[in-house]
């Protein structure tokens, strides 16, 4: 079930109603029972991967509670080896085997890979890193081991954000499933502000911009340079619009319940250097890599080499959390090889803004920073989208070959009309990011406004939603882009 889905807005309600309702353990059973039925609604299997790696994590938990010394290591270990075997089994068999079969080609080795179409649960790679966290705490002594299996059950499923996050850590979220918030019209207020501005961005600008980055992806050859880098900084734009858009839903949803999940986009795009993009930019996972494999790692402290090699594991490692394809791999290290290159060449880049008479904080040296993170990124979102290693290269060669123009404008997905509501919709975009990032959220402005003003805002919005949002067949929207990871 998508939050977009015709279904949703008549779970959500009735869901909420009873959560606000019922009282104590009954609100939480209730809330887990409804969490299960929405994973199931895309399958009994989905459900039985998400209760198993459920049922794993409480009994590990209360085993690594009680071990002490070699035992609570091996058992931390064979822990981690069966929640990540079981998204390699699924996600990354096939392509492990693919790429086998191919290095033993290449040594005169004959070996067929056979052809597998396993299932990927859904929401497998978030839950799953949501209980390694866990484990990982229990392990540490920075958290008890949970005695109630339902609660740990409600913190793994919890729907706003089981099937794409934002990953949760177990302190933040436990204690708001056993203290509920009381019902309050402002939160609710808040939350479906929230969750349709989250709209707006997916189903106006995301899904419009995926027409044309779609269009012009499938054959670059056949488009202009400018074509295909337009394409480029469209995709940008459009995974930002997509993922942040679920991100807002799934916390304007969390909100009206008096739940509060951790912001997991800040405004990536106006970040100064590839590092800060990563700081802004899917926070919860980020922030995941940080704590449970980039410092455990050594991090900083063993050594400028030490600190790259371990950047380069960590955006590796994420690269293939996305994808089980070399291109994923090859964008997260690009990733990780950009701030290894900024580390190292930034004495010789502040010498140069000096010895050009840039400061660091002026308004120009910003602009510029943000400027070049935007296209470095843009550049690595290439091998993201392309889906393949060799086609990325086909796009990369599209834009440096051929003529500038090829096609009319209404070739590459939309016509003129669309165009001018994909730019006001940017531009409504910029100027709110623009508020973000300097003055704060403009949901506390908002909400400062009289209220007729903010009826009228409102309901502009969702007008825009309504009749400029593009639907599929039936009304419905596409998947949101990283329903797929």
């Keep these: 079930m998508s939050f977009l889905s015709p279904g949703f807005f008549l779970f959500f309600p009735l869901v909420t109603l009873v959560w606000f309702l019922l009282p104590g353990t009954a609100r939480r059973l209730w809330l887990l029972c409804a969490s299960w039925w929405f994973l199931l609604c895309a399958g009994p299997e989905h459900l039985f991967s998400l209760i198993a790696a459920t049922t794993l994590t409480y009994c590990g938990a209360q085993l690594l509670d009680k071990a002490e010394g070699r035992r609570r290591k091996l058992a931390l270990a064979a822990l981690l080896t069966v929640l990540f075997g079981a998204l390699f089994l ?3 068999l096939a392509f492990a085997l693919d790429l086998l079969e191919r290095v033993l080609t290449t040594t005169g080795l004959a070996f067929s890979s056979p052809a597998l179409d396993l299932l990927l649960p859904a929401g497998l790679s978030f839950y799953l890193f949501m209980a390694a966290g866990y484990l990982i705490d229990v392990y540490r002594r920075d958290r008890p081991a949970e005695e109630s299996y339902l609660d740990l059950a409600l913190f793994l499923s919890c729907f706003p954000y089981l099937l794409s996050g934002p990953i949760g ?3 933040g979220l436990l204690p708001q499933f056993r203290r509920p918030a009381p019902f309050s019209w402002e939160q609710l207020r808040r939350g479906l ?7 707006f961005k ?3 600008i995301a899904d419009r911009l995926g027409l044309l980055v779609s269009t012009v992806y499938a054959a670059p050859e056949t488009f202009g340079r400018i074509q295909v880098v337009a394409a480029a900084l469209a995709f940008s734009i459009q995974i930002y619009c997509d993922f942040s858009a679920y991100s807002d839903m799934a916390l304007g949803c969390a909100q009206v319940m008096g739940l509060h999940l951790m912001e997991n986009f800040h405004t990536p795009y106006f970040s100064r250097s590839i590092g800060e993009f990563w700081r802004r930019w899917h926070i919860s996972l980020s922030s995941w890599f940080r704590d449970y494999l980039y410092i455990p790692l050594g991090g900083s402290r063993k050594g400028r080499r030490r600190k790259y090699l371990n950047l380069l594991i960590v955006f590796a490692v994420s690269g293939l959390w996305h994808g089980a394809a070399l291109s994923f791999v090859v964008w997260g290290l690009l990733n990780g090889l950009y701030q290894v290159v900024g580390g190292v060449t930034q004495r010789s880049r502040t010498r140069l803004r000096r010895r050009l008479g840039l400061a660091d904080d002026a308004p120009l040296t910003a602009l510029l920073q943000v400027g ?8 690595a979102w290439v091998f993201f989208k392309a889906g393949s290693f060799t086609h990325a290269l086909d796009i990369f060669r599209a834009m440096v070959t051929g003529p500038w123009l090829t096609r009319p404008l209404s070739a590459w997905g939309l016509d003129r009309a669309e165009v001018v509501v994909a730019a006001v919709a940017l531009i409504l975009l910029l100027g709110v990011d ?5 003055r704060g959220s403009p949901r506390e402005k908002f909400r400062a406004l009289p209220r007729p003003i903010r009826w009228v805002l409102a309901l502009g919005l969702l007008a825009a939603v309504l009749l ?6 039936g009304y419905d929207p ?3 882009i990283y329903f797929k990871f």
């Design 434 to 438: 623009l508020y973000t990032a300097f």
């Design 468 to 473: 400029f949002g593009i639907y599929g067949t």
């Design 90 to 92: 699924v996600k990354y």
């Design 202 to 204: 997916k189903l106006v």
């Design 478 to 480: 596409q998947d949101f």
């Design 372 to 379: 070049i993170t935007f296209l470095l990124s843009s550049a």
């Design 193 to 199: 502000l929230r969750f349709l501005w989250g709209a």
């Design 169 to 171: 850590r177990a302190g």
